[in-house]
């Protein structure tokens, strides 16, 4: 397969690897005002990240096949909208249970983005833009688990 030197997408790439990080650590700051709103114990408010992992862990192992057999662009997609439905439901939450369905479901939405990208970088361009490529955006990936509870911080004072 001949692979095209095309225009990247920096920023849309990095987003889909930074996405599952982001969502792990950026509501981490709110954790006691989640708390207070949804009436809860802090041990339940922890098991939200607890339930988010296990989330991320566990879709990883399905989208590869998955992105293999119904193609990448699909998947992807896919799993954007699961994401994004996961989303919706934490918004919308007034009780604990759905915070952490949505929060479920939420991991099974951005383990898609987080296990795709990667490989969609080297199905699309040669081995040295490849190489550029992942050069670029995996220091951002290293520094997102930091980055995100300073930007979920921000988000609850505002």
């Not at 509501?27 to 708390?35: E, G, K, M, Q, S």
């Not at 439901?89 to 983005?113: F, P, V, Y």
């Not at 987080?114 to 080297?122: E, H, P, R």
Request: charged content about 10%.
């Amino acid at each position: 397969m001949h692979k095209k030197n095309k225009t990247i997408p920096y920023i849309w790439l990095a987003g889909l690897s930074m996405l599952g990080f982001l969502a792990t650590d950026m509501y981490l700051p709110a954790f006691d005002v989640i708390r207070q709103d949804l009436g809860t114990s802090q041990q339940m408010i922890g098991w939200s990240l607890t339930i988010f992992l296990f989330g991320m862990a566990g879709g990883q192992l399905v989208y590869g096949p998955l992105s293999q057999r119904f193609g990448k662009k699909l998947i992807l997609s896919s799993s954007l909208l699961i994401f994004s439905l996961g989303s919706i439901i934490c918004a919308l939450s007034t009780h604990i249970e759905w915070l952490l369905l949505g929060r479920l479901i939420q991991a099974l939405g951005a383990c898609g983005s987080t296990i795709i990208w990667q490989s969609y970088v080297m199905e699309k361009y040669d081995a040295k833009t490849s190489q550029r490529i992942f050069a670029t955006i995996m220091p951002l990936v290293a520094l997102s688990p930091a980055l995100a509870p300073l930007l979920g911080a921000v988000l609850e004072t505002h």
